[in-house]
């Protein structure tokens, strides 16, 4: 286990931790961080038991000092609420870092959330297929995630906890990239439907909600193995 992950995780529970509340969608987003980082649960657990008596500390090397920030904002992004506390965390340490691309980065660690939320979803039932894969490399394109980093990803896509987004449009969203999951390969069968009553509630929406955003959000109706009314 590396020096400089542990002191990164720690940085990222310092920021979680920086309105003095740690969400639930906060510990989640850690224990992916941790996953990603091949830091033991029990010791992150030990960590955010005792996260009143950690510090942030800054990096001297400016490469890892601009990835902390970045995952910094990508730590404050993932629940899809950026609290002004937070917000005015990430900007002063991007002010020492002489970091002008805060706006530009925001967006792109919301890409990136989004992105995992996609894996963890596909990887749910244990393999990626191939239809899959190709909505999560355009999604992975789009948030500027290189091929290496993916695959890293992909290899550690079920130990990655499904984040729910505090904000409507965030949730709506999710909902969709899951839904264009489902009809990758051209089918929507009747589990996948119910597959996805069933996060559309965990995200809150109704049925009914699901079944207008599906019209709403695709030309053509997916094809349905078993009949299903919209």
Request: charged share 30%; net charge negative; hydrophobic share 40%.
């Amino acid at each position: 286990m590396k020096s400089d992950n542990i002191a990164h995780l720690k940085n990222l529970l310092v920021l979680a931790f920086s309105d003095g509340v740690l969400e639930d969608s906060e510990i989640n987003n850690l224990r992916n961080a941790a996953a990603e980082l091949g830091i033991e649960k029990a010791l992150l657990d030990d960590w955010i038991e005792n996260v009143d008596q950690l510090v942030l500390l800054i990096p001297e090397d400016d490469e890892e000092r601009e990835k902390q920030l970045i995952n910094m904002i990508s730590m404050s992004t993932a629940d899809g609420f950026f609290s002004q506390d937070e917000y005015d965390l990430c900007l002063r340490i991007s002010e020492k870092l002489g970091y002008n691309g805060l706006s530009e980065t925001l967006n792109r660690c919301m890409d990136q959330s989004n992105l995992k939320n996609l894996i963890a979803l596909a990887s749910a039932d244990g393999h990626v297929d191939a239809s899959e894969l190709k909505i999560i490399k355009e999604a992975a394109k789009t948030a500027g995630v290189s091929d290496k980093k993916l695959e890293e990803w992909l290899k550690i896509g079920a130990d990655f906890i499904h984040v729910i987004p505090e904000r409507e449009d965030d949730r709506e969203m999710q909902l969709i990239q899951m839904l264009t999951l489902a009809i990758a390969d051209g089918e929507f069968t009747e589990d996948e439907y119910n597959l996805c009553k069933v996060v559309a509630e965990r995200l809150g929406f109704s049925q009914q909600e699901l079944d207008m955003i599906i019209k709403l959000s695709f030309s053509k109706e997916p094809h349905l193995s078993k009949a299903t009314n919209f």
